[in-house]
């Protein structure tokens, strides 16, 4: 099992950014993928980004594309969440998330059958 805690949330104005950490304890963080997920007021939580264990691979939703970007630091055991050209829209809880299953590739982690492990979240809040 893999603990995960993100940080970095906050209140941005549209077209500003924000970047969000997930720091992991536990299993060996490096052969996993890692996965983010968003969730609304009143909405399902939905799929944001996934990596690779080795950050070679990456996968987005269409939503967030090219405003978005995933990235990991292996040694820190850390993933990364940069999120640019931020829009009121995006406004969520976001959970950072671990595969069941080293090596899963990145768009498999994109449903969350394949979650093994959750974050609390970090609410990010984006003002029109």
């Known amino acids: 099992q893999v603990q995960l805690v993100e940080s970095g949330g906050g209140l941005v104005q549209a077209g500003g950014s924000l970047r969000l950490s997930c720091a992991a304890s536990g299993r060996t963080f490096s052969n996993y993928a890692m996965g983010w997920f968003r969730q609304a007021p009143g909405k399902e939580r939905e799929f944001v980004g996934a990596?690779?264990?080795?950050?070679?691979?990456?996968y987005y939703a269409d939503s967030v594309k090219g405003r978005f970007t995933i990235s990991r630091d292996n040694a820190k055991k850390t993933a990364y969440l940069q999120m640019n050209s931020l829009k009121p829209e995006d406004t969520a809880v976001y959970y950072c998330?671990?595969?069941?299953?080293?090596?899963?590739?990145?768009?498999?982690?994109?449903?969350?059958?394949?979650?093994?492990?959750w974050g609390q979240g970090t609410q990010v809040t984006v003002s029109s």
């Open positions: 998330a671990a595969g069941t299953q080293p090596y899963t590739d990145p768009v498999t982690l994109s449903n969350s059958r394949y979650i093994g492990s």
């Open positions: 990596i690779s264990w080795s950050g070679g691979s990456k």
